[in-house]
C-alpha cells in the first residue's frame, strides 16, 4: 500500500510517499479501515515527525508508516469481536497509543477508538475532527464547562480553537476568542460573544476575570495568566509546550485549578460529536486539503501558526 515514511538523514529527513506493507493481523476487537482522508495536528510534527528522525538511521525503506492521528475511511475488515461495527461502515477517529498510523492506504485501529462518521459529512470533513474536536470537548469538560459560565479561549481561530468556541457556545458558555486581527470576523461568525486582538497589546492585564481560561496555543502558563483567572477560576492547557507541560501540574500543587488535557479517543464522545456535526451547532473548520504526496508541505502549513481550522490530507481522492 501507499503510506508516508520518511527518506534522507537527521534534520534533513522529509516525508515521502512510498510503498510499504499493508497491516497484515488484526487484534480481536481492531478493525481494518480503507482510508480516505487524514489531518494534521500540531502534535504530529512536535512528536512524530522527530521520532521518525531518529529512527531514520535504522534503515526508512524498513520503517512502518509513523504519521497521522486522525482518521475517516470505510472498515474493509474486522476482528472476531468487533461487534460496534460492520464492513462497509463509514468511521472517523484516531488512536494515540503509539499512533493511528492513518497517513497511509489502509490503518489499523480499536473498535473503541472509532465511531459512526457523522451522516452530513464528507471523508475530509469528518477527517479534520477527532484529535481537535475531542481536545476541545474533554479540555472543556475539565475545566467544569456549564452554562452561565465565562471563557476566555486562546488561539480561538486555530484547529482546537475553532471547535472549542463552537462547543462552549452550544454548552451555554460565554465566550471570549483570542486571536489576530485578520481573524476577529472570522471566529465571530463561530459564534464567540467578545473577542480580544492580542496584536494590539497584552491582553492578558486587562480583558478581565473568567471562570475557564482555555489556552490552546500551549503557550501561556497558570503564571502568565494568573490576572485572568476570578477567584475560582480553572486553567486549562493543551500542553505541548515544555513550559506550560512542567508549569501547569506545579501550579495545580499549589493548590489552584489547572490541569493540561490529556486527549483520549473514546467512542462515545466521538458519538456525542457526531449529533452536535448532525443537529448543526458543531461545523468543522478546512484550512486547506492536500494530496497524500504532498503530506510534508501540509506538515509545513501547519507549522506556520497561520491556518483557520485544519489542514486534511487526502488519501484517497
Known amino acids: 500500500m501507499?503510506?508516508?515514511?520518511?527518506?534522507?538523514?537527521?534534520?534533513?529527513?522529509?516525508?515521502t510517499l512510498t510503498e510499504t506493507e499493508a497491516p497484515q493481523r488484526l487484534g480481536a476487537e481492531d478493525v481494518l479501515v480503507q482510508v480516505h482522508a487524514a489531518s494534521v495536528n500540531p502534535k504530529d510534527w512536535k512528536l512524530n515527525y522527530h521520532l521518525a528522525v531518529a529512527a531514520t538511521p535504522l534503515g526508512t525503506r524498513r520503517l512502518p508508516p509513523l504519521f497521522g492521528d486522525d482518521l475517516a475511511g470505510v472498515v474493509i475488515a474486522k476482528g472476531r469481536k468487533v461487534r460496534h461495527f460492520e464492513i462497509g461502515d463509514a468511521v472517523y477517529g484516531m488512536d494515540m497509543r503509539l499512533r493511528t498510523a492513518s497517513l497511509a492506504e489502509q490503518a489499523r485501529i480499536s473498535q473503541h477508538r472509532v465511531a459512526k462518521m457523522p451522516a452530513n459529512l464528507s471523508f475530509n470533513e469528518?477527517?479534520?475532527?477527532?484529535?481537535?474536536?475531542?481536545?476541545?470537548?474533554?479540555?472543556?469538560?475539565?475545566?467544569?464547562?456549564?452554562?452561565?459560565?465565562?471563557?476566555?479561549?486562546?488561539?480561538?481561530?486555530?484547529?482546537?480553537?475553532?471547535?472549542?468556541?463552537?462547543?462552549?457556545?452550544?454548552?451555554?458558555?460565554?465566550?471570549?476568542?483570542?486571536?489576530?486581527?485578520?481573524n476577529l470576523d472570522f471566529v465571530r461568525a463561530l459564534g464567540a460573544d467578545a473577542l480580544i486582538d492580542y496584536t494590539r497589546g497584552?491582553?492578558?492585564?486587562?480583558?478581565?476575570?473568567?471562570?475557564?481560561?482555555?489556552?490552546v496555543t500551549s503557550y501561556e502558563t497558570p503564571l502568565t495568566c494568573a490576572a485572568l483567572l476570578g477567584r475560582d477560576g480553572h486553567f486549562i492547557s493543551t500542553g505541548g509546550q515544555g513550559v506550560s507541560m512542567f508549569a501547569t501540574p506545579l501550579y495545580r500543587l499549589a493548590g489552584k485549578k489547572?490541569?493540561?488535557?490529556?486527549?483520549?479517543?473514546?467512542?462515545?464522545?466521538?458519538?456525542?460529536?457526531?449529533?452536535?456535526?448532525?443537529?448543526?451547532?458543531l461545523k468543522p473548520i478546512i484550512d486547506s486539503v492536500y494530496p497524500l504526496a504532498d503530506?510534508?508541505?501540509?506538515?509545513?502549513?501547519?507549522?506556520?501558526g497561520r491556518c483557520r481550522g485544519k489542514v486534511v490530507i487526502e488519501v484517497m481522492p
Not at 2 to 15: C, D, E, S, V, Y
Open 2 to 15: 501507499k503510506a508516508i515514511t520518511t527518506t534522507g538523514w537527521g534534520l534533513n529527513a522529509r516525508l
Open 126 to 182: 469528518a477527517a479534520s475532527l477527532p484529535l481537535a474536536a475531542l481536545t476541545a470537548l474533554q479540555g472543556l469538560r475539565k475545566g467544569g464547562a456549564r452554562a452561565g459560565k465565562s471563557v476566555l479561549i486562546i488561539g480561538a481561530s486555530g484547529g482546537v480553537g475553532t471547535l472549542a468556541v463552537q462547543i462552549a457556545k452550544h454548552l451555554g458558555l460565554h465566550v471570549t476568542g483570542v486571536c489576530s486581527t485578520r
Open 202 to 215: 497584552d491582553y492578558r492585564q486587562s480583558a478581565g476575570q473568567f471562570d475557564i481560561v482555555f489556552d
Open 258 to 281: 489547572a490541569d493540561t488535557v490529556v486527549v483520549e479517543s473514546y467512542r462515545q464522545d466521538l458519538d456525542t460529536l457526531a449529533a452536535m456535526v448532525e443537529d448543526g451547532v
Open 295 to 304: 503530506s510534508e508541505a501540509a506538515y509545513e502549513r501547519n507549522r506556520s
